[in-house]
């Protein structure tokens, strides 16, 4: 956050590195797998806990999904979709800005342009609105192929609205905090491999799954399968992990002003670099560390 004001960062080994800490003013605090909460008791619907995922949209071919705010998605990241949809025949549903009227019809006006010039028919390019329910959200997610992230600025609590519906998401994440969360998600989830190494790789894995129906299933069957054991939609478990790591913070008072055992204000004169307290400081088994 870059203030006084917080102290403490929650955060997971994906989207801060550990090697990247000494860029964080904050204080940061380990949860694992995933720093992110998400809460499957308030995000229920129906044949949720089935043996199967909700069925895939009836059309012919490839929908794609990327639900995030407009003003995310970059040019190069806009081309990327673009040849995607031309190589698989597919189509993409995108979410209406939340800014005036005039300036979605813009937004809306320039895309379908830029669609056309690709050599795309006016269909290969959707707007939806927000729906009134939760749970219609969910089912709509869930009724694409794949959901395609953005780069810069991410997905993250809409990644995970789509990977709770059993929809895959496909992300590439660039070295800031706030393009990693689906990575994080999708890592805890033991879906790697729907973590692109960058650009290319991220279209190369677009044309190759999404046009596949029979790959395309069982990449969502395995979703569905193991978002219903992995603890990253386990809220109780991360609940008590971050209760005991908050705890082990409040012992050893490391907020702005406060004091550490052995003496020394609760910063960087206190705790070393690889996160241990300086020589003299007492239980160093029960250190805040960065890695803690």
């Known amino acids: ?30 949860l694992s797998p995933s720093y ?4 499957p008791e308030l995000n229920r619907f129906p044949d949720w806990n089935a043996d199967a995922p909700p069925p895939r949209s009836s ?10 705010s407009p003003d995310r998605i970059q040019e190069h990241v806009w081309q990327t979709w673009l040849r995607v949809l031309r190589g698989s025949q597919g189509s993409i549903r995108l ?22 010039l690709a050599g795309l028919p006016p269909s290969s390019v959707s707007f939806v609105q927000q729906l009134p329910s939760k749970e219609h959200h969910l089912r709509r997610l869930a009724s694409a192929d794949l959901f395609l992230d953005t780069d810069a600025y991410s997905a993250h609590s809409t990644s995970l609205d789509a990977l709770w519906a059993g929809l895959p998401v496909l992300t590439f994440p660039r070295e800031s905090f706030a393009s990693r969360p689906p990575s994080s998600f999708l890592l805890a989830l033991g879906m790697g491999e729907l973590v692109a190494r960058g650009a290319e790789e991220y279209e190369k894995v ?15 069957q395995k979703l569905w399968e193991r978002r219903k054991t992995s603890h990253m939609f386990d809220t109780r478990k991360k609940l008590r992990q971050m209760r005991v790591k908050t705890r082990r913070c409040d012992y050893f008072g490391v907020a702005r002003g406060g004091t550490l055992p052995g003496g020394g204000p609760g910063s960087a004169q206190a705790v070393r ?20």
């Open 1 to 30: 956050m870059g203030c006084d004001s917080v102290a403490f960062m929650l955060v997971d080994q994906v989207v801060a590195p550990p090697e990247l800490r000494s860029l964080y003013s904050e204080h940061l605090v380990y």
């Open 36 to 39: 992110h909460f998400y809460a």
């Open 59 to 68: 059309q012919k071919y490839p929908l794609f999904d990327s639900q995030v």
């Open 95 to 116: 979410r209406q800005g939340q800014n005036s009227r005039e300036e979605h019809e813009l937004l809306e006006s320039n895309l379908r342009a830029s669609a056309s």
């Open 206 to 220: 677009a044309l190759k799954l999404a046009p596949r129906a029979a790959v395309m299933h069982s990449w969502r």
């Open 273 to 292: 670099d690889d996160g241990q307290l300086d020589a003299g400081a007492q239980r160093r088994d029960q250190i805040l560390s960065v890695t803690c």
